[in-house]
């Protein structure tokens, strides 16, 4: 076997196919230019085209290096994504005309080039953009700007987001009245201390500055970033958090409709984690009562006999899922805690108190392990399929102890481990899911109860609302809205508080749409969703045709967006299990 054989086999694992180009006339046009600088053309495929893949929406790919955009390429696209850094000064004064044309005639454009100063002025006049700034900003704050939006509808009017180092921005100092500014840079003095270093010369005086304009122009609608696509990357801010809802909704908001999406439907649920029975699951019953379904996750050997009747009753009355937490707390399942992969004979022995404990609840456990502690053996994962078992929530990184974990790369799309969903690469018919927010913040409670002297009192608005913080930020970035808390929290949390406190973080919530369901849908729906695609998506009348390929197991929730009023909406059309091809046809109306 050659070197480069022996090094393609340490590096394999499976990796989710590159979406296809899509045909018909309801999918979004990206353009690239291929001739343009590495740096900028090498930022394309993880800011823009992973993203579009994670939230399915479809679209094909034109490369200015080779071709040109002509009027009927443009009239046959729902939106025309400006998708590379230089598109601005690539684009000739007769194709900018062209363009603009197409937007006016009812053609969506989202243009990702920030830069103002090279701008085109057809594109600029559909803004009515004027006295652009000869330099550029750096900036590491973005505030969402009072007035509401469809594009910032998921977001707190003046919400601020601080990102994790600089990025350059243009600046427009006068508009067109009627255009919306969605969001805002913040140049305050840290930025103006930092600009004016890399900056010589620039005079600009300290202010919020419009980063992401919107506006109805004719027909159509469109969108223009004033802020470097590099705030896409990891390390500056990145996708799976709390902005990403400004680039998907955007595109959805600016395409001309219908437009369908495999997006996420954007579901909820509940983990409650180091279980053994606290207030008989009282906390179960109350939970469930305010929409979840929650999955407590069982310390086998502290959960008293006495109440397997009531485990096995929540279980069939859809009430609640339970799976295998640990055998104990310094015991786990399927790895020795903070030392290593389990032998064979641990493994049996473990799984065999694992199998009696479910005979005798006389009740199935769920198909999704959370595991203490976040170490899984490699070795396991065999023993957890026999058991019917194919999801990991989180799934981290099996074989590797936790203190370790950290380096050690990700999963798809954004190469993270609190947002994803994929196949493991140890065992490609395992799939991982998870939602969670950074690390250290997972637990909603963590802060806001008396458990471990941690607030003084238990503050329910606190709890409340970082529940609801955490939801959004899981439905913003596409993903699903995933609360975990920990039983040890209910010896402080009596269940009149618990209650109240779910009560207000649903009243926070309210007015977005979420779907409370359980662990196992959750990890369904994104299998299903990361195994297919949209190939094509044809608008003709009232008639919407969308062709799925792939293989989906179980029922897919394909979303289609239509226009209304000034914003959008979205409905569902339920797509059955299929195997290599899908055909959803349905009637749309506007």
């Given at each position: 076997?050659?070197q480069?054989k022996?090094l393609e086999?340490?590096?394999?694992?499976?990796?989710?196919?590159r979406q296809?180009?899509a045909?018909?006339n309801a999918v979004?046009l990206?353009?690239?230019?291929?001739?343009?600088?590495?740096?900028?053309?090498?930022?394309?495929?993880?800011?823009i085209?992973?993203?579009?893949?994670?939230?399915?929406?479809p679209y094909?790919?034109?490369?200015?290096?080779?071709?040109?955009l002509?009027?009927?390429?443009?009239?046959?696209s729902?939106a025309v994504l400006l998708a590379?850094?230089?598109?601005n000064?690539?684009?000739?004064?007769?194709q900018a005309?062209?363009?603009?044309?197409?937007v006016r005639a009812?053609?969506g454009?989202?243009n990702f080039?920030?830069?103002?100063?090279?701008?085109?002025?057809?594109l600029?006049?559909?803004f009515?953009?004027?006295?652009?700034?000869?330099?550029?900003?750096?900036t590491n704050?973005?505030q969402?700007?009072?007035?509401p939006?469809?594009?910032a509808?998921?977001?707190?009017?003046g919400?601020?987001?601080?990102?994790?180092?600089?990025?350059s921005?243009a600046?427009a100092?006068?508009?067109?009245?009627?255009?919306a500014?969605?969001?805002?840079?913040?140049?305050?003095?840290?930025?103006?201390?930092?600009?004016?270093h890399?900056?010589?010369?620039?005079?600009?005086m300290?202010?919020?500055y419009?980063?992401l304009f919107?506006?109805q122009?004719?027909q159509?609608?469109a969108?223009?970033?004033?802020?470097?696509m590099?705030i896409?990357?990891?390390?500056t801010?990145?996708h799976?958090?709390?902005?990403?809802?400004?680039?998907w909704?955007?595109?959805?908001?600016?395409?001309?409709?219908p437009?369908?999406?495999?997006?996420?439907?954007?579901?909820?649920c509940?983990?409650i984690?180091?279980?053994e029975?606290r207030?008989?699951?009282a906390?179960?019953q109350?939970a469930?009562?305010?929409?979840?379904?929650?999955l407590?996750?069982?310390?086998?050997?502290?959960v008293p006999?006495?109440l397997y009747?009531k485990i096995?009753?929540?279980?069939?009355s859809?009430?609640?899922?339970?799976?295998t937490?640990?055998?104990?707390y310094y015991?786990?399942?399927c790895?020795?805690f903070g030392?290593?992969?389990?032998?064979?004979?641990?493994?049996e022995?473990?799984?065999?108190?694992?199998?009696a404990?479910w005979?005798?609840v006389?009740?199935?456990h769920?198909?999704t392990?959370r595991?203490?502690?976040?170490?899984?053996g490699?070795?396991?994962l065999?023993?957890?399929?026999q058991?019917g078992?194919?999801f990991l929530?989180?799934?981290l990184?099996?074989g590797l102890?936790?203190?370790d974990?950290a380096?050690?790369?990700?999963?798809?799309?954004?190469?993270?481990?609190?947002?994803?969903?994929d196949r493991?690469?140890?065992d490609?018919?395992?799939?991982?899911v998870?939602?969670l927010?950074?690390?250290?913040?997972?637990?909603?409670?963590?802060?806001s109860t008396?458990?471990?002297g941690?607030?003084p009192?238990?503050?329910?608005?606190?709890?409340?609302r970082?529940?609801?913080k955490?939801l959004?930020s899981g439905?913003?970035?596409?993903?699903?809205?995933e609360?975990?808390?920990h039983e040890?929290?209910?010896?402080?949390?009596?269940?009149?508080?618990?209650?109240?406190?779910?009560?207000r973080?649903?009243?926070?919530?309210?007015d977005q749409?979420?779907?409370?369901?359980?662990?196992?849908e959750?990890?369904?729906?994104?299998?299903s969703?990361?195994?297919?695609?949209?190939?094509?998506a044809?608008?003709q009348?009232?008639?919407?045709l969308v062709?799925?390929t792939g293989?989906?197991?179980?029922p897919?929730?394909?979303?289609?967006?239509?226009?209304?009023d000034?914003?959008?909406?979205?409905?569902y059309?339920?797509?059955q299990?299929f195997?290599?091809?899908?055909?959803e046809?349905?009637?749309?109306?506007?």
């Amino acid at each position: 076997m050659t070197q480069a054989k022996i090094l393609e086999r340490l590096e394999q694992r499976p990796m989710r196919p590159r979406q296809e180009e899509a045909l018909g006339n309801a999918v979004c046009l990206v353009v690239v230019d291929s001739r343009g600088p590495y740096w900028e053309r090498s930022i394309v495929e993880p800011t823009i085209l992973r993203a579009l893949d994670h939230f399915g929406i479809p679209y094909r790919v034109v490369d200015l290096g080779q071709t040109r955009l002509t009027p009927e390429q443009l009239a046959f696209s729902a939106a025309v994504l400006l998708a590379q850094n230089g598109l601005n000064a690539s684009l000739s004064g007769e194709q900018a005309r062209t363009l603009a044309e197409a937007v006016r005639a009812g053609v969506g454009l989202v243009n990702f080039d920030f830069d103002l100063r090279a701008c085109p002025g057809p594109l600029r006049e559909l803004f009515g953009l004027d006295r652009i700034s000869p330099y550029v900003y750096a900036t590491n704050q973005v505030q969402i700007g009072p007035s509401p939006h469809f594009i910032a509808a998921m977001q707190d009017p003046g919400e601020c987001h601080l990102l994790d180092r600089m990025v350059s921005a243009a600046i427009a100092e006068s508009r067109r009245a009627d255009v919306a500014v969605v969001a805002q840079g913040i140049l305050g003095k840290e930025q103006l201390v930092y600009t004016r270093h890399v900056v010589p010369g620039t005079t600009l005086m300290p202010g919020n500055y419009p980063l992401l304009f919107a506006t109805q122009v004719g027909q159509g609608r469109a969108v223009q970033f004033a802020v470097n696509m590099r705030i896409w990357l990891q390390g500056t801010f990145g996708h799976g958090r709390e902005l990403d809802d400004l680039f998907w909704r955007s595109i959805v908001w600016a395409a001309r409709k219908p437009l369908p999406a495999n997006i996420v439907p954007p579901l909820a649920c509940l983990s409650i984690d180091d279980c053994e029975g606290r207030t008989d699951f009282a906390y179960v019953q109350i939970a469930h009562r305010h929409g979840f379904v929650p999955l407590p996750s069982l310390n086998l050997r502290v959960v008293p006999e006495r109440l397997y009747p009531k485990i096995r009753q929540l279980i069939e009355s859809r009430t609640a899922l339970f799976n295998t937490h640990a055998i104990d707390y310094y015991e786990l399942l399927c790895y020795e805690f903070g030392s290593g992969e389990c032998s064979t004979d641990r493994l049996e022995e473990r799984f065999a108190v694992h199998d009696a404990f479910w005979r005798r609840v006389g009740a199935r456990h769920s198909e999704t392990f959370r595991g203490h502690w976040g170490e899984y053996g490699v070795r396991s994962l065999l023993y957890f399929k026999q058991r019917g078992i194919r999801f990991l929530n989180p799934v981290l990184a099996p074989g590797l102890m936790k203190v370790d974990q950290a380096g050690s790369g990700g999963y798809w799309p954004y190469g993270l481990k609190n947002r994803m969903y994929d196949r493991l690469p140890d065992d490609p018919e395992m799939f991982g899911v998870s939602s969670l927010p950074p690390r250290h913040t997972e637990d909603f409670l963590t802060g806001s109860t008396t458990y471990l002297g941690e607030s003084p009192t238990n503050d329910v608005e606190r709890a409340a609302r970082s529940a609801a913080k955490i939801l959004s930020s899981g439905l913003r970035s596409g993903f699903f809205g995933e609360l975990t808390t920990h039983e040890q929290k209910f010896d402080a949390l009596p269940m009149p508080v618990w209650d109240k406190l779910l009560a207000r973080a649903r009243q926070l919530t309210a007015d977005q749409e979420i779907i409370f369901t359980d662990h196992d849908e959750v990890s369904h729906c994104l299998k299903s969703k990361y195994d297919t695609s949209i190939a094509e998506a044809d608008a003709q009348g009232s008639r919407l045709l969308v062709r799925l390929t792939g293989r989906a197991v179980s029922p897919l929730q394909l979303s289609v967006f239509l226009n209304e009023d000034d914003g959008a909406r979205r409905e569902y059309r339920a797509v059955q299990p299929f195997e290599d091809q899908a055909d959803e046809e349905s009637e749309v109306y506007q």
